[in-house]
């Protein structure tokens, strides 16, 4: 400590005098005589795990991702209307989901995009990554949402295991997100198979979220018939497969 502020002059004056501080935990004859093991250890799952429940959780069929993503935005976009309806943020709002599958040079794209509450980066690393983690169990959305033990809106997706439905759609997520308490935005890309992803904070973007997948061969055909099947059946195409 005396190093690190000794060297300035008016920190000087504090007189600390203790130069170093070592702890016995750096020795590793002690660590291997402790009655435990001094390392943080929780359960835990390996991401090949993650990719078992996918499909028997939604049936391998990519519909049901768009029907989850859309269920996270429909909750999104009602969580902050409910914010505007008791005046815990001011102004006007109108909820807006967009959702379309649309084609590049060589490729197809799943894109879901919204103008809800948006992630923080505590919901996005302890919520959006880990599966089965419900944010209707954090204070927060408690104090927001609840009276008296009580929701006060409706949910109709589950967040955190929704997600997981996201690739059945494709192999990579592209998000982007800024929370209605955030002053900058947040993006990040992520797969099942990362062993580290990195979120950056410097986005300039409204408040929501967008989502963007790259559409494997088999996810494209199948919501191709289903578009289809649709057509036939409703003699209207869904609004949401534009190209």
Not at 21 to 45: A, C, G, H, Q, W
Not at 104 to 122: A, H, K, L
Not at 170 to 191: C, H, M, P, W
Request: aromatic residues 12%; glycine residues 6%; hydrophobic residues 35%.
């Amino acid at each position: 400590m005396g190093e690190v502020y000794g060297r300035y002059k008016e920190l000087n004056k504090l007189k600390i005098s203790i130069r170093r501080i070592r702890s016995n935990l750096e020795n590793k004859s002690y660590v291997d005589s402790l009655p435990f093991i001094p390392n943080k250890t929780i359960f835990n799952s390996d991401p090949e795990v993650i990719k078992l429940l996918v499909s028997p959780l939604y049936g391998g069929k990519p519909s049901y991702g768009v029907r989850e993503l859309i269920q996270n935005s429909v909750d999104a976009c009602r969580e902050l209307e409910h914010l505007y309806k008791t005046r815990a943020v001011i102004g006007e709002y109108k909820s807006e989901i967009k959702v379309g599958v649309y084609q590049t040079d060589f490729d197809y794209y799943f894109q879901i995009e919204d103008n809800g509450m948006g992630m923080s980066p505590e919901v996005i690393i302890q919520y959006f990554f880990k599966a089965g983690a419900s944010y209707r169990n954090n204070k927060d959305w408690i104090m927001n949402f609840t009276v008296d033990g009580e929701t006060q809106i409706t949910r109709s997706g589950r967040f955190g295991v929704g997600v997981l439905s996201a690739f059945l759609l494709g192999d990579q997520l592209e998000v982007t997100t800024k929370n209605i308490n955030s002053e900058r935005g947040y993006s990040f890309t992520a797969s099942l198979d990362s062993t580290q992803i990195e979120v950056s904070n410097t986005i300039d973007r409204f408040v929501g979220t967008t989502i963007r997948i790259k559409l494997n061969e088999k996810s494209l055909q199948e919501l191709k018939n289903q578009v289809e099947s649709d057509y036939h059946s409703n003699r209207s195409e869904p609004a949401w497969f534009a190209w």
